[in-house]
């Protein structure tokens, strides 16, 4: 078994979310103005990509960043009121972040919602 390199700084999040009832339409209207300022502002995200299921009543984000300096620049271009307002489109959201994130990131991250896991093993 191969051990994860300790220089790895990149972090993988995955979010799922489960709408209100209507939610979907306007989680895509948010997860558009979302795309564009991922697209327009954030200089560390490798990867940011939405999916939904087939009758539009739930749908999983894949995120990934460079580093925990980039996951904080996107959660700052994000900003609250635009998170709470995806998040006002769900009955349910859940998430992880898989990496291994800075104290600073990890001391946000201890309030709210998200899961960590840490590198244990990769082929």
Known sequence: MQHF???RDELLGIARFTFVDGGAAEF??????CMEIVRTKDSGTL??????DDDETGAVVIERYRDSAALVEHLANIGDDLMQ????????VEGETLGRPSDDLRARMA???V?????????
């Open 5 to 7: 390199d300790d220089r």
């Open 28 to 33: 895509k209207r948010l997860s558009a103005r």
């Open 47 to 52: 990867q940011y990509d939405i999916y939904l």
């Open 85 to 92: 307002a995806i998040l006002a489109t769900a009955t349910s």
């Open 111 to 113: 309030e709210g919602p």
């Open 115 to 123: 899961r960590l896991f840490v590198p244990y093993a990769s082929m």
